[in-house]
């Protein structure tokens, strides 16, 4: 099965930046590549449900992002390495949040149930 570590959080103010990185590694149960798979930004703040922040592909390096989070967050893969970043710029309080990253063979429903692997998750916190 593929695993992902998320990384790069942290505790900072309001206006700062972060960026997270997603390694990933293995082979799903078909025995696709992970490199073969999207690869998808969620958050989850507390009380509240898991919202998709971005994904990317890495076979073509397509993208989406959160219309909320645009123009702040971008995401982007470098294929050599098997991970995924994203950047988070100018962040806000509301941005505080666990942030996951997770793998989908495809997408299919456009929601997190596309994702079959998933990561620890990284704490990203910012105060004023």
């Known amino acids: 099965e593929v695993q992902l570590q998320a990384s790069g959080g942290g505790l900072v103010q309001t206006g700062e930046s972060l960026r997270l990185s997603c390694a990933s590694i293995?082979?799903?149960?078909?025995?696709?590549?992970?490199?073969?798979?999207?690869i998808g930004w969620f958050r989850q703040a507390p009380g509240r449900g898991r919202e998709g922040v971005a994904c990317?592909?890495?076979?073509?390096?397509?993208?989406n992002i959160l219309d909320s989070v645009k123009g702040r967050f971008t995401i982007s893969r470098d294929n050599a390495k098997n991970t995924v970043y994203l950047a988070m710029n100018s962040l806000k309080l509301d941005d505080t949040a666990v942030y996951y990253c997770a793998a989908a063979r495809a997408i299919r429903y456009g929601d997190s149930s596309d994702y079959v692997a998933w990561g620890q998750g990284t704490q990203v916190t910012v105060s004023s």
């Open positions: 990317i592909t890495y076979t073509d390096g397509r993208s």
């Open positions: 293995g082979f799903a149960f078909d025995g696709s590549p992970v490199n073969q798979y999207v």
